[in-house]
């Protein structure tokens, strides 16, 4: 079965660096999502995209944050200067079909630890 | 922006219907009930949705009110596997997009 791949499982970076986080969408789907979790938390949307740019972003997307489809395949997020409120998991996924079901298919997650 | 109600924990014993309700009184004509789980801390994992019929499918039941204000979850043999946190989530597919709330920490207990 198809399914949402991500890149690295784990990440371990200094307060201030830049970090990019890699996706593999489902190769027919048209609808890229990012999401994260901060420990203990609930799971907060931060961004969608479609048609090469973003449809839809949260209070949390601030100017630190973008997300870029550079090769048709991958889906990517940059924190540009991360801070230690950035340590989450970080979700990708995936749809093809919002005009419907608009069902969501997640990746298992990029475990961020800034220090 | 919570639109949906859900209760924080429930237990269940496994091999039993595991019922989860969720309340989403100001659910709208055009949007949908969806429901998810996510297990410890895995990416969250779709299981149905529904507008307005029951729906049924290989992992679980949605019963879905008349008047569409409140719907319940049914896992009809639970096992050990499904403790995880449930998610009930309404939206317009292709409007809005998933946010997820707090969810309900179901607990299958031998």
């Known amino acids: 079965e198809p399914e949402v791949t991500q890149t690295p499982s784990h990440q371990v970076t200094q307060m201030g660096q830049e970090v990019i986080l890699r996706c593999v969408p489902i190769?027919?789907?048209?609808?890229f999502y990012w999401y994260r979790q901060i420990l203990g938390q609930k799971v907060e949307f931060l961004v969608s995209?479609?048609?090469?740019?973003?449809?839809?972003k949260s209070e949390i997307f601030d100017d630190q944050f973008s997300v870029e489809r550079p090769d048709g395949s991958n889906f990517t997020l940059k924190i540009r200067s991360t801070k230690l409120e950035d340590s989450a998991m970080y979700f990708c996924?995936?749809?093809?079909?919002?005009?419907?079901?608009?069902?969501?298919?997640f990746g298992e997650g990029s475990r961020l630890t800034v220090l | 922006d919570a639109k949906t109600t859900q209760p924080p924990s429930m237990d269940c014993a496994e091999g039993r219907a595991a019922n989860l309700p969720c309340n989403h009184s100001?659910?709208?004509?055009?949007?949908?009930v969806y429901w998810y789980r996510q297990i410890h801390s895995q990416g969250p994992q779709y299981i149905i949705h529904?507008?307005?019929n029951n729906e049924t499918n290989e992992m679980a039941s949605l019963i879905i009110t008349e008047d569409r204000k409140s719907s319940t979850l049914i896992l009809p043999h639970a096992t050990l596997r499904d403790t995880a946190v449930y998610y009930c989530?309404?939206?317009?597919?292709?409007?809005?997009?998933?946010?997820f709330g707090a969810g309900t920490r179901l607990t299958v207990k031998p």
């Open positions: 996924a995936s749809t093809d079909q919002t005009g419907y079901a608009g069902e969501l298919f």
């Open positions: 190769s027919n789907h048209l609808y």
């Open positions: 995209f479609y048609n090469n740019e973003i449809s839809e």
């Open positions: 100001t659910i709208s004509g055009n949007e949908y």
């Open positions: 529904g507008l307005k």
């Open positions: 989530i309404v939206r317009v597919p292709g409007y809005n997009d998933m946010r």
